[in-house]
């Protein structure tokens, strides 16, 4: 799948990308990214072509370029993957995981 989808964990809209060879990685993997531009993010997309949207990180040697845009890779923001990526709770939130321990003990 390439372009516009849909997170299959979060259900939220998404842009499927597929990773340019960069420095350290091979590239040529799937990468979903949030649809909408985010100035915040780390990830530069553009079509290749007219077909595929491609996506690489944006770094200090390869900066963005006029023809890509910036966007949040969506393993940020997802909330299904929150365990895997944890975000900072605010004061007095009780992580879910962390109630169900103390429940237990
Ligand atoms: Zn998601």
């Not at 372009?3 to 799937?30: E, I, N, Q, Y």
């Not at 963005?64 to 910036?70: A, K």
Request: hydrophobic content about 30%.
């Amino acid at each position: 799948m390439n372009g516009p989808g849909f997170c299959p964990d979060c259900h939220r809209p998404v842009l499927w990308t597929r990773t340019l060879p960069g420095a350290t990685t091979a590239g040529g993997k799937r990468l979903p990214v949030d649809r909408a531009p985010d100035p915040a993010g780390n990830t530069a997309i553009r079509r290749d072509g007219t077909t595929a949207w491609v996506s690489r990180r944006v770094t200090d040697q390869q900066p963005l370029m006029g023809y890509e845009r910036l966007h949040m890779p969506h393993a940020a923001t997802c909330r299904a993957q929150q365990t895997q990526l944890p975000l900072p709770l605010p004061k007095g939130v009780v992580r879910l995981d962390d109630r169900r321990r103390n429940r237990n003990r």
